[in-house]
């Protein structure tokens, strides 16, 4: 009975005694005599829903929309499940939820990562079908891991694959795999970025894709391909574009710490200054600054030529790194308003999100 009971929880975590007996197709009582008895493998939360005892929960804010801010205070409520020694992860999408772009694309990563891991990951749109359809749509099932578990089910027919190119407000999730990448991915971004924000942004909007691009591609240095995706958001008081490039790799500061004293000593002292910020601070430097490069002299251009561009906008720039991210915002002044929130929990990787608006440039 043990195994069954532990199966069932696995993929449909959260069931009355009564729901777990009908799938065994056992008596009640039995079912809830073992699931007493076994403290160690099963818990009981106060509406009598059973779950196992090595299970992390991480449940989203219902009835509003799920920014990458919320995002992060939710799973911080919980911890860090990169770094638990559960066994499975439950994401809730609740009811009346809706996923900002960036905030999907941290989902879609980090589940990956725990399966990658070996964890069990189970993603719950019981009470919302319409962020399932929504996510079927930007094509999210798409590049999810397989072994991720979808509830009520993953789609049977791709969205995106159907509707793809339909959408201009709107480019779907694409891979980004270092042994066959899809080179067509920047020119895609451009040119969904370009029929919102004007043909006079083409050429800087190329360059800062296409070097983020190549950096995914060359330097993550993960088995997880990364992926990217984009999306304009009109029906708002602030009509903006969302464009999310992510990997599962080492890392921004990760890559260049090894090589900061020797190669760029006056960003290093510059930096030890911030103390325990001092990763967050290199990374305003290489948006600031630029051409802080493990690769050969001229490169390490494409982040300091993201903000040049976001600085023709009120423009977003938001870094997420592995346990800290950096929030850049763009105002018409010299220099960018710099925050930054540390001791995140655990996403492996470089997730990057331009947030322009569109109606109100610098």
């Known amino acids: 009975m043990k195994d069954n009971i532990v199966k069932?929880?696995?993929?449909?975590?959260?069931?009355?005694?009564?729901?777990?007996?009908?799938?065994?197709?056992?008596?009640?009582?039995?079912?809830?005599?073992?699931?007493?008895s076994h403290s160690d493998l099963f818990v009981q939360d106060n509406e009598f829903f059973w779950s196992l005892a090595n299970q992390?929960?991480?449940?989203?804010?219902?009835?509003?929309?799920?920014?990458?801010?919320?995002?992060?205070?939710s799973l911080a409520r919980c911890g860090s499940p990169l770094d638990d020694d559960c066994s499975s992860v439950?994401?809730?999408?609740?009811?009346?939820?809706?996923?900002?772009?960036?905030?999907?694309?941290?989902?879609?990563?980090?589940?990956?990562?725990?399966?990658?891991?070996?964890?069990?990951?189970?993603?719950?749109?019981?009470?919302?079908?319409?962020?399932?359809?929504?996510?079927?749509?930007?094509?999210?099932?798409?590049?999810?891991?397989?072994?991720?578990?979808?509830?009520?089910?993953?789609?049977?027919?791709?969205?995106?694959e159907i509707f793809r190119g339909n959408a201009d407000t709107l480019m779907e999730f694409g891979a980004i795999d270092p042994i066959a990448p899809d080179e067509s991915i920047p020119v895609q971004l451009k040119h969904s970025f370009?029929?919102?924000?004007?043909?006079?942004?083409?050429?800087?909007a190329f360059t800062v894709l296409a070097e983020l691009f190549d950096n995914v591609r060359d330097h993550a240095e993960s088995p997880l391909p990364g992926f990217a995706a984009l999306q304009c958001y009109k029906a708002t008081k602030a009509p903006h574009i969302q464009t999310v490039i992510s990997d599962s790799g080492k890392g921004i500061v990760e890559t260049l710490r090894p090589i900061l004293q020797t190669r760029y000593p006056d960003v290093a002292n510059k930096i030890a200054e911030a103390g325990d910020a001092a990763d967050a601070h290199l990374v305003r430097e290489i948006?600031?600054?630029?051409q802080i490069t493990q690769c050969e002299p001229g490169r390490g251009l494409g982040l300091k030529a993201s903000g040049d561009v976001a600085a023709k906008f009120k423009a977003k720039i938001s870094i997420r790194q592995e346990t800290f991210e950096v929030i850049l915002q763009y105002t018409g002044a010299?220099?960018?308003?710099?925050?930054?929130?540390?001791?995140?929990?655990?996403?492996?990787?470089?997730?990057?999100?331009?947030?322009?608006?569109?109606?109100?440039?610098?």
């Open 8 to 36: 069932i929880l696995q993929e449909t975590p959260w069931l009355k005694g009564r729901e777990i007996a009908h799938r065994l197709n056992a008596d009640k009582k039995e079912v809830n005599a073992f699931l007493h």
């Open 56 to 73: 992390f929960r991480v449940e989203f804010a219902k009835n509003t929309w799920i920014t990458s801010a919320s995002f992060e205070h």
């Open 90 to 160: 439950v994401f809730v999408l609740p009811e009346g939820c809706k996923v900002l772009l960036e905030a999907a694309a941290r989902l879609m990563a980090l589940c990956n990562q725990l399966a990658w891991k070996g964890k069990r990951v189970v993603l719950d749109f019981s009470d919302s079908g319409s962020t399932r359809s929504y996510f079927n749509r930007i094509g999210f099932f798409d590049h999810l891991a397989p072994a991720v578990t979808v509830i009520p089910a993953r789609p049977t027919v791709s969205g995106a």
């Open 194 to 204: 370009v029929n919102h924000a004007g043909e006079e942004y083409s050429q800087p």
């Open 287 to 290: 948006f600031e600054r630029g």
């Open 334 to 362: 010299k220099r960018p308003k710099f925050t930054h929130s540390l001791n995140l929990p655990r996403i492996l990787g470089t997730h990057i999100c331009f947030d322009f608006l569109l109606d109100q440039r610098a």
